[in-house]
């Protein structure tokens, strides 16, 4: 069965650098989203895109945050400058048909910042 | 805006009996779906079950079912003849037009042997 992945599984960066976290949806979705959840805390959307743009985007995702379709097949979440309450395990997610369907989940990438 | 509370933290169950998980949501849409997925220690989120709004029919799946209250805008998950594989933090969660989806809180199960 097809299924989400995202890379790297766990990722350690210190205060201030940037990441990456990537994620390759499941081949023939269209909607990809992005959540965060800190730990003992619920699940927060961050941002869904689709045919190359953001289509809609939470608070948290604020200038140091962007979103990329590099290629056919990667969906990558960049955080510029991270800051020590960025901490948290990111989800991708992503689904063929948008609102109203539900969406299929990564493992997640925990991002612990130091 | 919509939102989802779960208001218990945690429950506790014991093997082979039933459960029910609450969950309410607020929304002034009238096409939606509401979810409710389960995250094991891994906390890969798995989907458990799925209700469309616009079905009166509860939906089940195997050994879960939800009792869903349009009107009083309820969505209970309700597990039966828990398993230890059962433990987990489950999370209720709402999705509506604009494709985002909104958590609960999510609350703790325990399965006692």
């Known amino acids: 069965e097809p299924e989400v992945t995202q890379t790297p599984s766990h990722q350690v960066t210190q205060m201030g650098q940037e990441v990456i976290l990537r994620c390759v949806p499941i081949?023939?979705?269209?909607?990809f989203y992005w959540y965060r959840q800190i730990l003992g805390q619920k699940v927060e959307f961050l941002v869904s895109?689709?045919?190359?743009?953001?289509?809609?985007k939470s608070e948290i995702f604020d200038d140091q945050f962007s979103v990329e379709r590099p290629d056919g097949s990667n969906f990558t979440l960049k955080i510029r400058s991270t800051k020590l309450e960025d901490s948290a395990m990111y989800f991708c997610?992503?689904?063929?048909?948008?609102?109203?369907?539900?969406?299929?989940f990564g493992p997640g990438t925990r991002l612990t910042v130091t | 805006a919509q939102t989802v509370t779960q208001s218990q933290p945690e429950m506790s169950v014991q093997e082979a009996e039933t459960v029910t998980l609450s969950c309410t949501y607020d929304?002034?849409?009238?096409?939606?779906?509401l979810f409710w997925y389960k995250q094991p220690p891994s906390r890969q989120m798995i989907l458990v079950i799925r209700q469309e709004a616009y079905k009166q029919q509860n939906a089940t799946e195997n050994r879960f079912s939800v009792n869903f209250q349009k009107a009083a805008k309820s969505f209970s998950l309700k597990i039966s003849d828990s398993q230890l594989g059962d433990a987990a933090m489950y999370f209720c969660?709402?999705?509506?037009?604009?494709?985002?989806?909104?958590f609960g809180k999510g609350i703790t199960l325990s399965v006692r042997p």
């Open positions: 929304t002034s849409e009238s096409d939606y779906y």
């Open positions: 997610a992503s689904n063929s048909q948008g609102a109203l369907y539900e969406q299929y």
């Open positions: 895109f689709y045919n190359n743009e953001i289509s809609e």
């Open positions: 081949s023939n979705h269209l909607y």
């Open positions: 969660a709402y999705t509506g037009a604009n494709s985002k989806l909104t």
